[in-house]
């Protein structure tokens, strides 16, 4: 069992940045690959960014390529997720979730059905 809390959302003017954090319970997070996913009022759940367990591999949806980071501390048990060049567009809850890794070299995952974890999601509003 993975237990996941995000944190680090608000309200920023586009261009602006924040950095968002998801620390997770449990000793096995580095067997973990984890995401970060992104909701809009009445839109689907859609991919944002993911990392490979080890942190080596990354894998970034086109629509923030460039803008965001995503990186994690294993030692911390936490994700991130750095956030540049807000646009009004990226308003919405954001979630971390966690897809357990087989092995070293399991794929990073874009649809939500390839994680079994997920957190509560934490809002971020960027304002034009």
């Known amino acids: 069992q993975v237990q996941l809390v995000e944190s680090g959302g608000g309200l920023v003017q586009a261009g602006g940045s924040l950095r968002l954090s998801c620390a997770a319970s449990?000793?096995?997070?580095?067997?973990?690959?984890m995401g970060w996913f992104r909701q809009a009022p009445g839109k689907e759940r859609e991919f944002v960014a993911a990392?490979?367990?080890?942190?080596?591999?990354?894998l970034y949806a086109d629509s923030v390529k460039g803008r965001f980071t995503i990186s994690r501390d294993n030692a911390k048990n936490t994700v991130y997720l750095q956030m540049n060049s807000l646009k009004p567009e990226d308003t919405a809850a954001y979630y971390c979730?966690?897809?357990?890794?087989?092995?070293?070299?399991?794929?990073?995952?874009?649809?939500?059905?390839?994680?079994?974890?997920w957190g509560q999601g934490t809002q971020v509003t960027a304002s034009s």
């Open positions: 990392i490979s367990a080890s942190g080596i591999r990354t």
């Open positions: 979730a966690a897809s357990f890794a087989t092995t070293s070299f399991a794929a990073l995952r874009v649809g939500v059905r390839g994680y079994d974890y």
């Open positions: 449990g000793r096995t997070f580095s067997s973990y690959n």
